[in-house]
Structures are given as C-alpha cells and as structure tokens.
C-alpha cells in the first residue's frame, strides 16, 4: 500500500524499527503535540515500537487547521493508520488523547482493521460522563485563560508572550472543543489500563475507574502522585508504563 505524504504527516517521529514486535501509538492531550513523547521512547521495552502521533495545527503541522469535529479528526488519522497495523499494537491516549485513541478504535473496526491488543487511558473521563468543563471552549478570553491554568493546559508564559498566545490559544480552543463531542459507548474487546493522578481536580483516581464499563477483557488502574499531568511530575510513571506494555507484550 502506498502511503502519502498526507499519511505520514501524522507521525512526524517514524513508526520504529520495520523489526519491532508491537507498535504503541500515542495520542496527545488538547494543545499537545507529537513530542511531548519522544521521552518516553526510552523506556519502551525492547521488540515494541513507541509512534508519537501528530495532531494537525501544531508542531510540524502548523500551516495545518486544527479539527474541530472529533469525527473527522479520527477518520483521518484511522485511514493514515491502516497500513501500519500488520503487527500487534496498542492505542494510548492522554488526556483528550484517550477520548480520541477511543473513538479510533471503533473507527478502525468499522474499516474493518484488527484490533489493539491493549489500550490505555490516561486523565481522562470514561465515554458517555461529562468532563466537568464543557462549553470551556467558548469562554471568553480571561475566563478561558484561568481554565486553561487550572487544567495546567498553559503557563503564564504562555500569556506574557502575545505571540505565543495568538499561536498557540486557537489551538487549546479548537482541542478543547473536541471534549464536547460525542462519542461511541460500547466496550472495547481489548484490556483497558488507566492511570490517573492522585491529585488531579479534574479527573481524580474514583472517575478512572468508569473506565472499567468499557472493556468486555480485564481491566487495571494504577494511580500515581501528581496532578493532571503526572507522567511529567512523577518519576515511577514511565516505569510502570513499560511494565504494563512488556507484560501486555507476553499475554
């Protein structure tokens, strides 16, 4: 199959190793891009393939628009995913990530692509349970702002740099309205693992476990010291992930 250059706009990192035994795709958080996981990679066991996905609008796909329909947005990126799924893979979402890493399993499905093996979610409410800012992407600016540093989305800097702002906002807008869409609520066939931090306001421990509704296969939530973006804050994070990935790996 012959793969655009439109396809492989998503995966700005490669797709590892032709030798690699499993690829992981990874999923960013609203306003994130593809590098926010290249760290990761150096914890991936070996035989498994780390492939930072690439939203459009930010990062190297700047002089892209941003989705702003959660359908599209995963068409898109099932069709770019199809001719990289001839070994076991696993789909793992941050944060708005998971939302779309969920929705994108049932696309592929639909095409009538295998399925993961594994998928992880991680910050993120179940499908089908409000995400307790909804409508955050039509406040107005100073409102929007002080949402976007609650959810520790943006940094002051962020705002102190008109620049930065103007490039950056639309982006959180756009991302955060995707939270809004609805999405398919059956349960996946696959084994869901969640993480969650223990300190995050906005999607505590107790809301991750909703997320054992949504696998007919087994489910494991694992907590870790943190706020929303624990896997930045939290040094045994990574390592647990590996872990999970390699025992996934074995079963």
Known sequence: M???????????????????????????????????????????????????????????????????????????????????????????????????GFSLAHRL??????GPDLFVAMAHNSPGNESGHAGAAQLPDEEFRAFLL??????EQVFDDPELAQMFLPVLRADIGLVDCPVEQRPLACPIIAYAGEQD????????????????????????????????TNKAFLSRFAQDIALAQGS
């Open 109 to 114: 499905a639909a095409l009538g692509a295998p």
């Open 150 to 155: 609650r959810y520790g989305a943006a940094s």
């Open 201 to 232: 306001e906005i999607v505590p421990p107790v809301k991750m476990q909703a997320w054992r509704q949504f696998t007919g296969d087994d489910f494991d939530l694992h907590s870790f010291e943190g706020g929303h973006f624990f896997s930045k």
């Open 2 to 100: 012959k793969i655009s250059d439109k396809e492989k706009a998503w995966f700005p990192f490669g797709v590892g190793d032709t030798s690699a035994q499993r690829r992981v795709f990874c999923l960013p958080f609203a306003g994130g891009g593809a590098s926010f996981y290249l760290p990761w990679r150096k914890a991936t066991p070996q035989g498994v393939a780390l492939v930072p996905v690439q939203y459009p609008g930010r990062e190297t796909r700047l002089d892209e628009p941003c989705h702003l329909e959660l359908d599209r947005l995963v068409d898109e990126l099932a069709r770019a995913l199809l001719p990289y799924l001839d070994r076991a893979y696993v789909l793992a979402g941050y944060s708005l990530g998971a939302k779309v």
